[in-house]
């Protein structure tokens, strides 16, 4: 069974940073991609990014690009995503993911089997 615990939300002004923490158990961690997700008041969960099992590969929508980073300690079993310049878009719960393989970087919920129960991140202006 794996476990996923986020922290690190809260709230900050407009053009601040945060930086999430998502926790996991199990001992197959470091063999799996893991992604962020965020769902806005009123909107679908939408994908923010995605890491490769041994952190080489990386991949973010468009809207984060060049302000948020992801990264993995395998050693740790987490992974982070650095939020650099925030937006009051950015306002969201966000949640922590595992990619059902370790093969690709999947950008779908469906592609994500195991969920945190999500961090919530406000943006003030």
């Known amino acids: 069974q794996v476990q996923l615990v986020e922290s690190g939300g809260g709230l900050v002004q407009a053009g601040g940073s945060l930086r999430l923490s998502c926790a996991a158990s199990?001992?197959?961690?470091?063999?799996?991609?893991m992604g962020w997700f965020r769902q806005a008041p009123g909107k679908e969960r939408a994908f923010v990014a995605a890491?490769?099992?041994?952190?080489?590969?990386?991949s973010y929508a468009d809207s984060v690009k060049g302000r948020f980073t992801i990264s993995r300690d395998n050693a740790k079993n987490t992974v982070d995503l650095q939020m650099n310049s925030l937006k009051p878009e950015d306002t969201a719960v966000y949640y922590c993911?595992?990619?059902?393989?370790?093969?690709?970087?999947?950008?779908?919920?469906?592609?994500?089997?195991?969920w945190g129960q999500g961090t919530q991140v406000t943006v003030s202006i």
């Open positions: 199990g001992r197959t961690f470091s063999s799996y991609t």
């Open positions: 993911a595992r990619a059902a393989s370790n093969y690709g970087l999947p950008k779908t919920m469906g592609e994500y089997d195991y």
């Open positions: 890491i490769s099992w041994s952190g080489g590969r990386t």
